[in-house]
T-cell receptor
Framework: DQQVKQNSPSLSVQEGRISILNCDYTNSMFDYFLWYKKYPAEGPTFLISISSIKDKNEDGRFTVFLNKSAKHLSLHIVPSQPGDSTVYFCAAGEYGNKLVFGAGTILRVKS | DAGVIQSPRHEVTEMGQEVTLRCKPISGHDYLFWYRQTMMRGLELLIYFNNNVPIDDSGMPEDRFSAKMPNASFSTLKIQPSEPRDSAVYFC?????????????FGSGTRLTVV
C-alpha cells in the first residue's frame, strides 16, 4: 500500500517558467512533509519541509504547499533553472517516526 | 563532519553469494535508516534503528536480509544468499530525532548488482 504517491513520473518545463511537482498521501496521521532532490550517483538531499500546522513554506525559489483536506502536497519552483533538472521525492511522516517516500518525479528544465 | 559514509560504492556479485553493505552515520545522530531504491518502488524503507536498537524491520523483504548496528557509529546490511532481484541502490541515512523538521541525511548509496 503506497502511502505517498507521486503520480507524474516526469515533468518538462521551460527555463524561467514555474515547475509544479505534486504528491498525494493517504495517512491522515502524517505530521510533517518534506521534499528531497536526488542527483545521479548521490544520495537524496533535503530541500524543503512543512509541518501539518502550516499550509505554505517558502525558501527562495522553492515553495511547498500543503492541503490537508485533500491530502495533497506540491512543490513550486519559480523560476525554474536547468540546474534544477533531477529527480524529486516527496516524503511524509509522523513526528518521531519513519519517513515514507514517494516514487519520485523526474524534472527536466529546458533552456 | 564527513556526512553519512557508505561502502562499497559499487558491488557486483554472483547469485548465491553473501553481500555486506556498510554504513557510518553522522556522529550524534541517534536514528539510522536503510532504504532501497528501485525503478518500480522508488525509495522504500527496509529497517531503522534508534540508539542502535532495531525499531521497525517490516520493510525487510525476506529472511535473506539482515541488519545490525553494533554501536552508534556503524551499521551493516547483509544479504545471504543474494539474488538478481536484489539489484538496486541501497541508501543509508541518519537523523536526529527521526527527521523532525530537517529530514534525514543520506549517504551516497551502494549500487548492488547481482548477476
Amino acid at each position: 500500500d503506497q502511502q505517498v504517491k507521486q503520480n507524474s513520473p516526469s515533468l518538462s518545463v521551460q527555463e524561467g517558467r514555474i515547475s509544479i511537482l505534486n504528491c498525494d498521501y493517504t495517512n491522515s496521521m502524517f505530521d510533517y512533509f518534506l521534499w528531497y532532490k536526488k542527483y545521479p550517483a548521490e544520495g537524496p538531499t533535503f530541500l524543503i519541509s512543512i509541518s501539518s500546522i502550516k499550509d505554505k513554506n517558502e525558501d527562495g525559489r522553492f515553495t511547498v504547499f500543503l492541503n490537508k483536506s485533500a491530502k495533497h502536497l506540491s512543490l513550486h519552483i519559480v523560476p525554474s533553472q536547468p540546474g534544477d533538472s533531477t529527480v524529486y521525492f516527496c516524503a511524509a511522516g509522523e513526528y518521531g517516526n519513519k519517513l515514507v517516500f514517494g516514487a519520485g518525479t523526474i524534472l527536466r528544465v529546458k533552456s | 563532519d564527513a556526512g553519512v559514509i557508505q561502502s562499497p560504492r559499487h558491488e557486483v556479485t554472483e547469485m548465491g553469494q553473501e553481500v555486506t553493505l556498510r554504513c557510518k552515520p553522522i556522529s550524534g545522530h541517534d536514528y539510522l535508516f536503510w532504504y532501497r531504491q528501485t525503478m518500480m518502488r522508488g525509495l522504500e524503507l527496509l529497517i531503522y534503528f534508534n540508539n542502535n536498537v532495531p525499531i521497525d524491520d517490516s520493510g525487510m523483504p525476506e529472511d535473506r536480509f539482515s541488519a545490525k548496528m553494533p554501536n552508534a557509529s556503524f551499521s551493516t546490511l547483509k544479504i545471504q544468499p543474494s539474488e538478481p532481484r536484489d539489484s538496486a541502490v541501497y541508501f543509508c541515512a541518519s537523523s536526529f530525532r527521526a527527521g523532525f523538521n530537517y529530514g534525514y541525511t543520506f549517504g551516497s548509496g551502494t549500487r548492488l548488482t547481482v548477476v
